[in-house]
């Protein structure tokens, strides 16, 4: 899970609606399905996440689904929060592919996943908009996602609670994050056998390009270590 710096405001409407927030579940849920300005507010939300999803940093629109706007805190636990954008990510998928995945057998994760629509424990869930959540997480090349190491007990639990929420483990996502993964290593293997430069593949996906990234952004800088954090350093330092 890559960290959100939240930037802007997502828009006069939005704060204009935040000015006044909603106080019950029923009212979030009412003002929110006749909000006007939720394409704006997505735009500069995809424009802060580099085009990828929140929770699972998979690239929605290279796999020919959408996105949605995201409560992190969800609007029947903190109505307050229905228009802060503070509270705002984009994540896949959208609505009207939920439909697809399940005629496919997959099942959902993000924010649609079934628990992440229930009741959230705010406590022990790892939030994209925490600057330490990557810490939280690693991969493995089978395509899973995992507590990290070093984690203490607490730490761990709340690592996998989150997974566990966000269903990020899916039958949808694990073949992607293999597939990334198993390209990555073999590209680095290629740079490495012909002493090429590994500096500059490791750009390719860690550095924005017309405002996006590559999907699975973790993957890539846990694979390349050192040399990724040397590249965030020096050519994207508000990574």
């Known amino acids: 899970m890559r960290s959100i710096q939240k930037r802007g405001g997502g828009g006069y409407s939005l704060r ?4 006044d927030p909603p106080q019950t579940p029923d009212e979030a849920t009412s003002r929110w399905k006749s909000f006007s300005g939720k394409a704006q507010v997505l735009q500069s939300l995809l424009e802060e996440q580099y085009a990828l999803c ?29 228009f802060d954008y503070g509270n705002l990510a984009a994540s896949a998928p959208h609505s009207d592919d939920l439909a697809t995945l399940a005629a496919e057998g997959r ?17 022990q869930f790892v939030s994209c908009h925490q600057p330490d959540c990557a810490r939280f997480f690693a991969y493995d090349s089978y395509g899973r996602v995992t507590p ?38 073999r590209l680095v293997d290629q740079h490495l056998h012909d002493d090429w430069d590994l500096e500059e593949l490791a750009a390719v996906d860690l550095v924005p390009s017309h405002q996006k990234l590559s999907p699975f952004f973790s993957i890539t800088r846990q694979i390349f270590g050192p040399v990724a954090e040397k590249v965030l350093r020096e050519r994207a330092p508000e990574r």
């Open 16 to 19: 204009k609606s935040h000015d």
């Open 54 to 82: 929140c929770y699972s940093e998979l690239r929605p629109d290279r796999e020919g689904l959408g996105y949605h706007i995201e409560h992190v805190e969800n609007k029947s636990q903190n109505p307050s929060r229905t």
């Open 148 to 185: 990290a190491i070093g984690l203490d007990p607490a730490e761990k639990a709340r690592a996998e609670y989150t997974i566990g929420l966000l269903n990020l483990n899916s039958s949808y996502l694990v073949p992607l994050r293999k597939r990334w993964w198993d390209e990555l290593e």
């Open 107 to 123: 099942d959902v994760f993000g924010g649609h996943a079934p628990g992440k629509q229930k009741a959230v424990d705010l406590h």
